[in-house]
């Protein structure tokens, strides 16, 4: 089993919908959670980046980690077609040591 | 001016050939890494150099040898190319790091050299 499980998409939805991307961990080490942001081409980018279980706003993009389910998600107020790309979960623990989720591509259709 | 560029952005060659990719970052970070993006899109690091010394070596086979003159810049070179070696190629840079040398905090990426094997 991957310690770190992505919904795999693809995801397509209409202009204006929310959007919610979610991951599951099993590694309890994990202290450090990041969402990716990766167009087309592109290298990823980081989007949200929080440690602590709750939640996280910024803009119209919303981080929520629960440690105890051991579930992050991405919500997406308001999606815009500027918003389709891959979306890649990442968490690391003390150590360092880092792991991507497969990632989920979304389409906003206007 | 780019935060972590890398050279070339594509890459054609035969199998059995010998390639190198360059990476360079302006953002005075002491940490760099090599990542592998295959077609699904799953991310997997392969090299972590801090002040131009290795830290992490993810198992990656020895035809793969990373070098890094300088804080500022990693090498990848790739001997004996295979067709299961086509793939991304992405270098990182980042600044907080952890016990074991590996980005607890944001990992910032070049745009990623894409390596086709015939």
């Known amino acids: 089993q991957k310690e770190v499980e992505q919904d795999p998409g693809p995801l397509s939805v209409p202009e204006g919908a929310i959007v919610s991307l979610n991951c599951t961990y099993s590694n309890s080490a994990f202290q450090y959670f990041m969402w990716y942001r990766q167009y087309s081409r592109k290298g990823p980018e980081l989007l949200m980046y929080?440690?602590?279980?709750g939640n996280k706003e910024d803009g119209r993009f919303t981080a929520q980690v629960d440690k105890s389910s051991k579930y992050i998600s991405l919500f997406i107020r308001d999606s815009q077609p500027s918003d389709s790309a891959t979306y890649l979960c990442a968490m690391s623990d003390n150590a360092g040591k880092s792991t991507f989720g497969d990632g989920t591509t979304l389409t906003v259709k206007p | 001016d780019t935060a972590v560029s890398q050279t070339p952005k594509y890459l054609v060659t035969q199998m059995g050939n010998d390639k190198s990719i360059k990476c360079e970052q302006n953002l005075g970070h002491d940490t760099m890494y090599w990542y592998k993006q295959d077609s699904k899109k799953f991310l997997k690091i392969m090299f972590s150099y801090n002040n131009k010394e290795l830290i992490i070596n993810e198992t990656v086979p020895n035809r793969f040898s990373p070098k890094s003159p300088d804080k500022a810049h990693l090498n990848l070179h790739i001997n004996s190319l295979e067709l299961g070696d086509s793939a991304v190629y992405f270098c990182a840079s980042s600044q907080v790091i952890g016990t074991s040398g590996g980005a607890t905090g944001e990992l910032f990426f070049g745009e990623g050299s894409r390596l086709t094997v015939l």
């Open positions: 929080t440690y602590s279980s």
